[in-house]
């Protein structure tokens, strides 16, 4: 029937991209496409997950040249629940900005969110290294212009430090590239996979491309551009790069390790899983020093990246979906934050942590909201980063890498310091503060619907890790 | 969808949903949310009873979700957790009706009583869980649902008592999932089953057990407040009475016990336990907590404080009772269980009353207080009794099975441990009931409120006299054929080997 | 060690010539300048490597080096501007010194 | 033929040192504007290397985008920069005197730490390089069997529009993107040039139409020989920053819609095309073996057109003042948020 012979794949890049057109070319009606473009985008993904469900993993040859000229597009388990969550954020984040911009910013706001998130399906689906380096620049370029939408000095000094390291990023990539080109005569990544071999081109290329994307996922040594752009952005901005623009690289990084490099490769793998706990252990400590709210939550996701590379040096296809599983809770739960956080400061006129108690008691919603967030963020029982944290925990074990487990422990009551370091403001006797900015019930719904999503994700955990499996992106593993 | 797999899940609901409701309430709905309290807490006694009605002749209610692949989360209503949810059920519903009291016209009721419902829906469901990562979902969302309650009155004492209980609370969950994790890797199943399920596992993983085993206790002793972990307590006496009294006399401290009792019992089975060696140690830590609660208790002038001393001490006589390895000391444990949760909660109830109506913190304050307030008094009496272990009264029975189990199991040291104990009971006990008595009443009261012709409001006496009564009851009909003692055997012939 | 390789190594040369100026460099103008040498470095690289093949040179790399330069010209476009609005904002032409790590 | 190669490799060899040192004065050149113009000779130089690499497609496309309208754009952003810093205080200078002054013996062994790292790193590149196989095939035989499918004899083009299309189709994506985040930074303002002299006049109108037919004939010539969609669109941005340096503006009509029409369209045609190839059936940007001619024809006009008007636009900074539109009406009204 009609639903079926429809490519769904094509349509996720598509529409957005149209959506962005659109937007760019009518700027008085931009909110009204916005919405719509961001509701199509929605019911196409819901088809596309039928037909991955139906169907398995698809392959598609764009241009219907096949691999080793054109370029494929790939979805399987993994790809989906990117772009699952990228939908669901990105509805809701639609929604809030609604709300949040003021007609002269929206007009800029609405193309660059649509050409960011063409960016971010475009990359989900791409089976092509050179193709996702043309999409990794057109995320990193619409990030950064989306970060200096907020235009304060600090923001726009944050956006120009992120797009440099975007650039250095991204050239890093291209010359791995280069290397892996010419030592295969191919930029495709299942053809790649069958023709890898261990020369020292591939080494080389490993660690540039590895090198190159650490630093746009900013793991622990390479983070220090995360916080400023994060928490100077405005908050949907800041709610969109922490939950899935950062994800993306860490993306392409899983895809390669999982398929392209499986090497054995012991040491490497090691050394990763050691920056991962340093993200943890450095994150925890300096978000529990910060006095301004969005700052903290920033440096909670330099926190919480650092547990997706703990799933490395586990390399069992459990610890992979654990990983996973916090990816997309921690998405959800990271973007109701920054919300939140938003609502407050627009209420409040201001984001110190320690002056928060007078707000926080005016907007109950938006601070449970917060709260359950703050729930998932800890991994506590029942919601996703429980779930996450409880396969990764158990990989840990099963593989005898007790360290990790401490590691895990470690960052989970970090967490519960600073989350509730926040949380506790709520319960003060703080007389009524003047009217500071009005937060529409909407947006304060928004932040409270993501981070219930984020806790229901810990209660129907059993169909995700039934997604995730189509395709089985995760059996190759990384040869231990 | 048979009525028997839903039924646990609706007694999780009686309390889930008006809770929920609840906090939508704005602060004036004071009727609807009277209302929405007692219907809760009355359909929620209706459905035990009916679930004990059903076990009895042959019923079994388990609901079973799917959570992860391996592992489900299972809601079950065996013989223990009927024990427990009884217990919590009955003192929720009288609870509920002394905090409506106590928090008249007090700010952000709503959100106190919302949370107030989650906490006993995570208490019932901590109760009911089928196997080790349900209970452990419940433990920690226990935990997250008292953190508002401690801190319920905004002072920096309750901020200050809100993060030391987190940070033992948290660190403890902590190690109890780590436990957890562990015991599935290695055992592949986390269902509760009797006699414990690791029965294969002993001798190739002993030395992992044996770490499990000391991180389960570990993650559980937190709550049950023993001796290294129990300093959340005291301070956590800060919050509003109806606080002190479920949750810290009930609730999060019964949850801890309950919690070792499971581990204890149908995790790893009382004789592997023993096999393992890892009983005698716990019942040495029991020992030290019972006697160390006690002398702390003695030094307390702060009436709450000396009342939570006394709960780190008496809680422990549960974990006693189950790490002496014999019958009689496990129904003794498992009786104390409910009849420490009435005693104690009697004793807050009078606690508060003082605190409310007549403004008496201070032991000190409280000469001749039994004239002024006769009935609040009596309850005390009553329970303060019943705690030293006096023959007709709850606490004597459970005494009594703890000393049969100790010289059946040829421990004869704990006898000692219990008669020092019943002594140190007396001896911060008595002097409060002398003082109240005996004493002439000097000067006026300190903030005194007058409610007419009664001593104080309804609300706030009947739930106290209630309880004392059943202290009377359970230690009179103590061979009766519904009472606490009748199902601890029933439990215990299940534990152990025919 | 013919001229595709003599190329590709001139281009790794410009690579770290870039990379070294663009982590000593404060002024912003002089680091979009390294990135822009960098760039041009990368695809020296690309492209001479592809001059191995016997007759005509393999056209895959040179497609992609085209994409690449309007790829370089965007990225640095949005850097001149970006840099511009700061300098008005913020009065330096350089990046607010590094938050506390 | 033995001194063929001889003087060849004497050329190749000139022409690599020529290039790293180009590449050094420019950066580590204490004037901004000398580096600039050092920047533009490299640029052209690497032209130069892409004709010896025998890719005559990105020579062009070097020259005209690399080498010129990015020099245009550093010069334009340092005119700026300096009338800017005029006022505040001497920006430039001050920072080479600064790092005179406290030279810190610091700062000199995170240099020498630096130095010794990337050595490293180029000699393991160095390396790596070297030990890639003399000869390979790569795909050159898989373009020419299936170029004649693919409506035009360039190679480069061929793989440009039609195998790799969806590459080239996310890269104009990237150009709009550029220029939106650029629109983004600063509401528009009436920029008023400096009256131009009589010789840019004079010049602009002799150049324009010829830079105009220029762009034409690479954009015909693409198809069989080196040229093409971006050479062409580059050459017209040319024309356009000529036009816009003496002071001409496209008229108030033409600054609304019309220009983000024009902007556009290039984007729009590749998306349209795209999405009719699914819907006759076949596969996104699959076009039919007897019309690819035609279509790629068809999007290399519309890209052309667009990359000069976004390239111009990029090179002129703000969005042009629309005529009093409600739009701008209301801007000038909303509260910055």
């Not at chain 2, 807490?41 to 692949?69: C, D, M, Q, S």
């Not at chain 2, 319920?152 to 999932?177: K, M, N």
């Not at chain 2, 004493?439 to 006026?444: A, D, E, L, T």
């Not at chain 4, 004497?10 to 580590?28: I, N, P, S």
Request: aromatic residues 10%; hydrophobic residues 55%.
């Amino acid at each position: 029937m009609l639903m079926q012979n429809i490519p769904w794949l094509v349509m996720m890049i598509v529409l957005p991209l149209v959506g962005a057109m659109f937007c760019f070319l009518f700027p008085q009606r931009v909110k009204l496409l916005g919405l719509i473009t961001a509701l199509v985008i929605v019911v196409s993904v819901t088809a596309l997950a039928s037909q991955v469900v139906e169907q398995g993993a698809l392959r598609y040859a764009v241009g219907g040249w096949g691999a080793p000229l054109g370029i494929n597009l790939y979805v399987d388990g993994l790809s989906l629940l990117m772009l699952l969550v990228t939908a669901l954020v990105g509805l809701a984040i639609s929604v809030y900005s609604i709300a949040y911009f003021n007609q002269e910013k929206s007009q800029h706001f609405w193309p660059l969110w649509m050409l960011l998130w063409t960016a971010l399906n475009a990359l989900f689906l791409s089976a092509d290294l050179f193709n996702l380096y043309v999409t990794l620049e057109l995320l990193g370029l619409s990030a950064v212009a989306l970060v200096a939408l907020a235009g304060g000095a600090n923001a726009l000094g944050a956006a120009m430090r992120y797009l440099f390291v975007s650039l250095l990023g991204s050239l890093f990539y291209l010359l791995a590239l280069a290397l892996l080109y010419h030592s295969f005569a191919t930029v495709d990544i299942a053809i790649l996979a069958q023709r890898i071999e261990a020369t020292p081109a591939v080494w080389a290329a490993m660690a540039l491309m590895t090198a190159g994307l650490l630093l746009k996922t900013a793991l622990f040594p390479l983070h220090f551009w995360l916080p400023p752009a994060h928490a100077n952005a405005p908050a949907p901005v800041s709610a969109l790069l922490s939950a899935l623009v950062v994800k993306a690289s860490f993306y392409i990084l899983l895809r390669l390790w999982l398929e392209v490099f499986p090497l054995p490769n012991a040491a490497l793998v090691q050394f990763l899983g050691l920056l991962g706990s340093g993200a943890v252990l450095w994150g925890g400590v300096q978000a529990l020093r910060q006095t301004r709210l969005k700052m903290l939550i920033a440096y909670s996701t330099v926190a919480q990246l650092g547990y997706l590379f703990i799933a490395f040096p586990l390399a069992t296809s459990m610890a992979w979906k654990g990983a996973l599983y916090l990816l997309i809770s921690h998405a959800l739960a990271k973007s109701s934050m920054f919300l939140a956080a938003g609502n407050l400061q627009l209420f409040g006129g201001h984001d110190r942590i320690t002056h928060l108690d007078r707000v926080a008691q005016r907007l109950p919603l938006t601070l449970a909201a917060f709260a359950l967030a703050g729930v998932s963020i800890m991994g506590l029982p029942p919601s996703g980063g429980f779930v996450g944290k409880w396969l990764l925990l158990d990989a840990a074990l099963r593989t005898g890498q007790w360290w990790w487990a401490v590691i895990l422990i470690l960052g989970s009551l970090l967490a519960a310091a600073y989350i509730f370091k926040v949380i506790g403001h709520a319960f003060t006797q703080a007389e009524v503060p003047h009217e500071e900015g009005e937060v529409s019930r909407m947006m304060e719904w928004v932040a409270f619907v993501l981070a219930l999503a984020a806790i229901v994700l810990g209660l129907i955990a059993s169909w995700p890790l039934a997604l995730m499996d189509i395709g089985t992106p995760f059996n190759s593993g990384v040869a231990q | 969808m048979n009525w028997d797999a839903m039924l646990p899940l609706f007694i999780l609901a009686s309390s889930l949903v008006p809770g929920l409701i609840i906090f939508t309430l704005p602060e004036e709905a004071v009727r609807t949310r009277v209302t929405l309290n007692m219907t809760g807490a009355l359909i929620k006694v209706a459905l035990v009873g009916f679930v004990i009605w059903g076990v009895l002749n042959g019923h079994h209610y388990e609901t079973r979700l799917p959570f992860l692949p391996g592992l489900d989360l299972v809601l079950r209503a065996d013989a223990l957790s009927i024990l427990f949810i009884t217990l919590s059920t009955v003192l929720w519903l009288v609870t509920t009706i002394y905090a409506i009291g106590y928090l008249e016209n007090s700010p952000h009721r709503s959100r106190f009583f919302g949370f107030f419902s989650l906490c006993v829906t995570a208490t019932i469901g901590v109760a009911l869980a089928g196997n080790l990562i349900t209970f452990v979902l419940f433990y920690e969302l226990l935990t997250l649902a008292a953190y508002p309650l401690i801190v319920h009155r905004g002072t920096e004492e309750s901020h200050r008592a809100g993060r030391t209980y987190l940070i033992y609370t948290i660190t403890g969950g902590a190690l109890l999932l780590v436990g957890t994790v562990w015991l599935y890797g290695l055992a592949g199943s986390l269902e509760f089953t009797h006699r414990g399920f690791i029965s294969e596992l002993v001798e190739s993983h002993r030395s992992a057990l044996i770490i499990i085993f000391t991180l389960l206790i570990a993650g559980l002793g937190v709550k049950a407040a023993l001796v290294p972990f129990h300093g959340w307590l005291p301070q956590a006496m800060v919050a509003p009475a109806p606080v002190s009294a479920l949750l810290h006399a009930v609730a999060v401290v019964k949850a801890g016990a309950f919690g070792i009792v499971r581990v204890v019992y149908d995790v790893y089975g009382i004789e592997f336990a023993a096999g393992l060696g890892v009983t005698l140690p716990l019942a040495i830590l029991a020992a030290v907590t019972i006697i160390y609660g006690s002398l702390r208790a003695l030094m307390q002038d702060d009436l709450k404080r000396r009342l939570a001393f006394s709960t780190v001490s008496q809680i422990s006589y549960i974990i006693l009772g189950v790490a002496i390895v014999g019958p009689m000391a496990t129904i003794g444990g498992l009786v104390h269980l409910v009849h420490q949760g009435v005693m104690k909660i009697t004793l807050f109830f009078c606690a508060g009353n003082l605190a409310e109506t007549l403004g008496i913190h201070k032991i000190s304050e409280m000469d001749g207080v039994g004239r002024r307030m006769p009935w609040t008094m009596a309850a005390f009496t009553i329970a303060a009794f019943g705690m030293i272990g006096a023959p007709p009264l709850a606490g004597f029975v459970s005494k009594w099975y703890l000393g049969l189990g100790a010289l059946e199991a040829g421990q004869d040291w704990v006898i000692f441990v219990l008669i020092g104990s019943s002594l140190l009971n007396a001896a911060y006990f008595l002097p409060v009931l002398h003082s109240a008595w005996f004493k002439k009443p000097m000067g006026n009261w300190p903030a005194e409120r007058s409610f007419g012709r009664m001593e104080t409001a309804l609300t706030l006496l009947v739930p106290p006299v209630i309880t004392a009564c059943l202290v009377l009851l359970l230690g009179l009909l103590a061979s009766a054929p519904f009472s606490a003692l009748q199902w601890a055997q029933f439990i215990t012939t299940l534990e152990y080997a025919p | 060690m013919n001229i595709a390789f003599f190329y590709a190594l001139t281009g790794i040369g410009l690579f770290t010539l870039g990379l070294y100026a663009l982590i000593k460099h404060k002024h912003l103008l002089r680091k979009i300048l390294a990135i822009n040498v960098m760039g041009s470095g990368v695809l020296l690289v690309l492209v001479a490597l592809a001059a191995r093949t016997q007759n005509t040179p393999d056209p895959v790399p040179h497609a992609m080096v085209i994409t690449g330069i309007v790829v370089a010209i965007s990225a640095t476009a949005l850097a001149l501007a970006l840099m511009l609005r700061l300098c008005e904002t913020s009065g330096r032409a350089e990046l607010p010194d590094e938050p506390m790590e | 033929m033995e001194a063929l190669t001889l003087l060849s490799w004497g050329f190749d060899v000139t022409l690599g040192g020529t290039l790293m040192w180009l590449a050094w004065r420019t950066l580590a050149s204490e004037d901004l504007f000398k580096g600039i113009v050092l920047f533009i000779a490299f640029g052209l130089l690497m032209a130069l290397a892409w004709v010896r690499l025998d890719a005559p497609d990105i020579a062009l496309a070097e020259a005209a985008i690399g080498a010129g309208l990015t020099g245009a754009l550093l010069l334009a952003a340092l005119a700026k920069l300096e009338s800017g810093s005029k006022e505040s205080q001497p920006l430039q200078e001050s920072t080479i005197t600064k790092a005179m002054v406290n030279k810190s013996d610091k700062q000199i062994l995170f240099r020498l730490l630096l130095v010794i790292l990337l050595s490293v790193f180029v000699a393991g590149l160095v390396y790596v390089v070297l030990s890639l196989p003399l000869q390979t095939i790569g795909l050159s035989e898989t373009v020419a069997e299936n170029l004649d499918a693919s409506g035009v004899s360039n190679p480069v083009t061929a793989v440009l529009l039609n195998f790799r299309a969806y590459d080239t189709l996310l890269e104009l994506a990237v150009l709009l993107l550029a220029l939106l985040g650029i629109w983004s930074l600063r509401s528009p303002s009436e920029r008023n040039e400096s009256a131009s002299g009589k010789v840019l006049d004079m010049l602009t109108r002799l150049l324009v139409p010829l830079l105009i037919l220029v762009s034409g004939y690479l954009l015909w010539v693409g198809g069989h020989a080196p040229g093409g969609a971006f050479q062409a669109g580059s050459v017209l941005a040319a024309a356009g920053v000529l036009l816009l340096l003496t002071g001409w503006r496209p008229g108030v009509r033409f600054a609304g819609l019309a220009l983000r029409f024009a902007l556009v369209m290039g984007l729009a045609v590749f998306v349209i095309v795209a999405v009719v190839m699914v819907l006759l059936g076949g596969r996104l940007l699959e076009f039919p073996l007897s019309f690819a001619g035609n279509f790629i024809l068809l999007i290399e006009a519309a890209a052309t057109l667009s990359i000069g008007i976004t390239l111009a636009a990029l090179f002129f900074g703000t969005r042009p003042k629309p005529a009093q539109s409600s739009a701008s009406r209301e801007e000038s009204g909303a509260q910055e948020r």
